[in-house]
């Protein structure tokens, strides 16, 4: 692919970068804690991972490989442009395959393949803070994770448990970081919040119109929150993937037809052609 | 005058290599990487110390600087345009070679800890004589910190860091062309 000119490398300027890059360290010092960052104007618009395209810009370098992925696929639209913009502002090599990948940026999922400690991977956070739907006052949130009061959300578990008998939460669901604090950990399925869980790899999330930055670092807690009697449990559509027979991946229902018809399939496309090449 | 020695010879690609140096030290303490080879910057700065500044430093962030740094400061503020604040504890990033006191500098407060600083600390070495044992987020069952230049009571000054998380200053640690890094939440105790 032509590489574009007339860009700084990655498209950002550096004194973007720079500032990104500090809130990235101090996202880092401070596990699940959200740094605010002055997020910029990129070309698409906010909701399309314009927070994550900014924390990998000021990532990337000339040697990464880089990977994206959209609800577990290389190949839907989000994931294309935003692998094709890196290609193009800075030349960067591109893959489909976890393992080849340095830098994986994702929309919603966590890949099958577990990941390694040189490699980082970038979530697209849409609303970065886990109680924005019980407490609308930013300062207030602010002040709750200053205090570690997360009482509030404690209570919308136990609601759930005693309307419904379980959790109703099924993705972005709200997890502890290191003991201290609440993190959103984007909308990636319930099924794979174990995964962040002393991951090798470092974790960044950049939300682009919500302007904040976090992290976990490498090998750091991420418990999911739950009660002693009501343990989280991680929750998977009860089929085998009609493509690759896979029983332990997360799934996607398809619909096929106009009769009803419908299949599950992998949600993680690499994981899933691997299976089926057999490698 | 000393600005005619150069800066970063690339300066897009060297401060990205820089950056994901002190990233990967910052995220795995204990961790030593490469940083500046190359770099000839006025004395006393390390070839480290001066990537690290050309990296981080620029004219939004106060740099609280040690006076022994004072042959360096022009180099400094040609290539990173950094502003020297007239009150330490407003400093972003504080560059010494002797710890300094922890509590003066900025610690960030409980509604926004990354308000805090960060001290870039050039050190003798990082391969001992001092050693320290780390624990902590980014660390998978231990780790272990050899440096020299520390002050004997490092491990009690750091400790009372260490309790004020999520407020407290991080540490970048610089020696030749090499660093590594103390984030505010990692226990430090002797070996």
């Given amino acids: 692919m032509n590489v574009a000119s007339g860009y700084n490398f990655a498209y950002l300027d550096e004194q973007t970068k720079r500032m990104i890059r500090r809130a990235i360290l101090k996202a880092v010092a401070i596990p699940g804690h959200q740094v605010p960052f002055g997020s910029r104007e990129m070309p698409l618009p906010y909701g399309w991972g314009t927070g994550g395209i900014q924390v990998t810009a000021a990532v990337l370098g000339r040697d990464d490989v880089l990977k994206v992925i959209d609800q577990g696929a290389d190949d839907t639209t989000n994931a294309v442009s935003i692998r094709r913009f890196f290609a193009r502002t800075a030349g960067v090599a591109t893959t489909t395959h976890t393992a080849e990948a340095t830098v994986i940026q994702t929309r919603h999922r966590i890949p099958e393949t577990a990941l390694r400690q040189d490699q980082i991977i970038v979530y697209q956070v849409p609303q970065p803070e886990p109680l924005s739907r019980l407490e609308p006052s930013r300062e207030e949130t602010r002040r709750m994770h200053a205090l570690a009061d997360y009482g509030l959300m404690h209570v919308k578990l136990y609601e759930d448990i005693t309307r419904f008998g379980h959790v109703s939460i099924s993705y972005d669901y709200p997890v502890m970081v290191d003991g201290r604090y609440l ?3 984007s909308p990636i399925p319930a099924f794979d919040n174990p995964k962040m869980d002393r991951m090798a790899a470092l974790q960044l999330f950049g ?4 302007k904040r930055i976090y992290a976990v670092p490498p ?10 009697d009501h343990e989280f449990r991680a929750s998977r ?6 493509l690759c027979g896979a029983t ?7 619909v096929i037809d106009d009769q009803g018809g419908r299949m599950f399939v992998c949600s993680d496309t690499d994981h899933c052609e691997g299976r089926r090449d057999g490698t | 005058m000393n600005i005619d020695l150069p800066g ?3 300066p897009v690609h060297d401060a990205q290599a820089c950056f994901r140096a002190v990233l990967d030290a910052m995220s795995r303490p204990g961790t030593v990487r490469a940083a500046g080879a190359g770099l000839l910057p006025p004395a006393p700065l390390a070839p480290a110390t001066a990537a690290v500044l050309l990296t981080l430093v620029d004219g939004e962030t106060p740099l609280g600087m040690a006076p ?4 360096a400061a022009d180099w400094i503020s040609f290539h990173c345009g950094a502003l020297v604040p007239a009150d330490a504890g407003r400093a972003a990033f504080v560059l010494a070679t002797a710890l300094p006191d922890l509590s003066m500098a900025a610690q960030g407060s409980d509604d926004r800890p990354e308000d805090s600083a960060t001290i870039i600390l050039q050190v003798a070495s990082l391969a001992g004589p001092s050693r320290f044992r780390l624990a902590g987020p980014g660390i998978q069952s231990h780790a272990i910190l050899a440096v ?4 004997a009571d490092f491990v009690a000054r750091w400790a009372r860091n260490q309790r004020l998380f999520p407020r407290g200053v991080d540490l970048i640690l610089c020696a030749g062309d090499r660093l590594a890094a103390l984030p505010r939440g990692i226990r430090v105790s002797e070996v």
């Fill in chain 1, 183 to 185: 993190m959103a950990p």
């Fill in chain 1, 207 to 210: 939300a682009g119109r919500e």
């Fill in chain 1, 219 to 228: 090998y750091t807690s991420v418990r999911s929150l739950d009660f002693d």
């Fill in chain 1, 237 to 242: 559509a009860p089929h085998a993937c009609l």
């Fill in chain 1, 248 to 254: 332990d991946s997360y799934l996607d229902e398809v």
């Fill in chain 2, 8 to 10: 970063f010879s690339d």
């Fill in chain 2, 68 to 71: 022994l740094f004072q042959p």
């Fill in chain 2, 148 to 151: 020299g230049g520390l002050p």
